[in-house]
């Protein structure tokens, strides 16, 4: 009895090992600053509000979406131009703080955009404008608050935020304005989530459209496109070679 018990203790105890031991699996939410503007009305009540820009992925593990961490993969903030790389961001899910520390060659910054709740990866949240305020020094000192914008998710392939994957991404990618020009894994992406999702949530409702309909609007774009020039970084003749096999469908590692 006592063996048999020991047993049952054991197998247990395995499988709770086993469980823990399994990798949980990550997830990555892409979001825009959309239409944000600053305007320096503290220390300069004439000037004109000038806009933010950028974008960064929230990496979770899925079920535990409050825990992840953030960073950006691109930003402009007004009046401060060095590389992001020397900026301290905190990106916490009702809020997102920018700062410079110290006195670095006359530039400051300390910028926070406050949410009027947690972002999420399903929806857009808006900006605190009541709260959300920056110092920023450039030789000239800016203060002020932010008067309008919101953190947008964007779904995959959605490569101009506009909310949804269409023909304007596709020649977003072909003229080559996206991070990493051009990279076939973006355009597998914008293939995959060719349609009228308008968000992540609505992507999750709508039915994906049939693989062939994102083929034939690419070979129609590149019927068109033989009948123009082409851009000098499609003269490449390995990236035409990429594109001619996505479009037959064959593998990409062959």
């Given at each position: 009895m006592i063996r048999k018990i020991f047993k049952t203790c054991t197998l247990s105890m395995l499988l709770v090992a086993l469980t823990t031991m399994t990798p949980a699996q990550s997830a990555t939410v892409t979001y825009v600053l959309e239409?944000?503007?600053?305007?320096?009305d503290l220390s300069?009540?004439?000037?004109?509000?000038r806009q933010m820009t950028g974008s960064f992925e929230?990496?979770?593990?899925?079920?535990?979406?409050?825990?992840?961490?953030?960073?950006?993969?691109?930003?402009?903030?007004?009046?401060y131009n060095p590389d992001i790389g020397d900026l301290n961001i905190n990106i916490d899910l009702g809020s997102?703080?920018?700062?410079?520390p110290g006195n670095f060659h006359d530039l400051g910054v300390d910028l926070t955009l406050f949410l009027v709740d947690s972002f999420r990866p399903d929806q857009a949240v808006a900006v605190d404008t009541a709260r959300s305020m920056?110092?920023?020094q450039q030789g000239i000192s800016?203060?002020?608050?932010?008067?309008?914008?919101?953190?947008?998710?964007?779904?995959?392939?959605d490569f101009d935020y506009d909310g949804d994957?269409?023909?304007?991404?596709?020649?977003?990618?072909?003229r080559g304005e996206l991070t990493n020009p051009p990279s076939l894994s973006d355009l597998e992406v914008w293939q995959a989530n060719f349609g009228p999702a308008a968000s992540p949530m609505a992507a999750a409702t709508i039915a994906a459209p049939e693989p062939g309909s994102a083929i034939l609007f690419m070979m129609a774009l590149a019927c068109g496109l033989a009948m123009q020039p082409r851009p000098s970084f499609l003269r490449?003749?390995?990236?035409?070679?990429?594109?001619?096999?996505?479009l037959r469908g064959e593998n990409n590692s062959s």
């Open positions: 239409d944000i503007w600053l305007l320096p300069h009540p004439l000037a004109a509000a929230w990496i979770y593990e899925e079920g535990d979406f409050e825990n992840g961490s953030g960073q950006f993969a691109d930003l402009f903030i007004p009046w997102i703080e920018f700062t410079l920056f110092d920023i800016y203060k002020g608050h932010a008067v309008s914008g919101s953190i947008v998710p964007v779904h995959p392939g994957v269409d023909g304007a991404d596709f020649l977003k990618w072909q490449d003749v390995p990236h035409i070679i990429a594109l001619e096999r996505l």
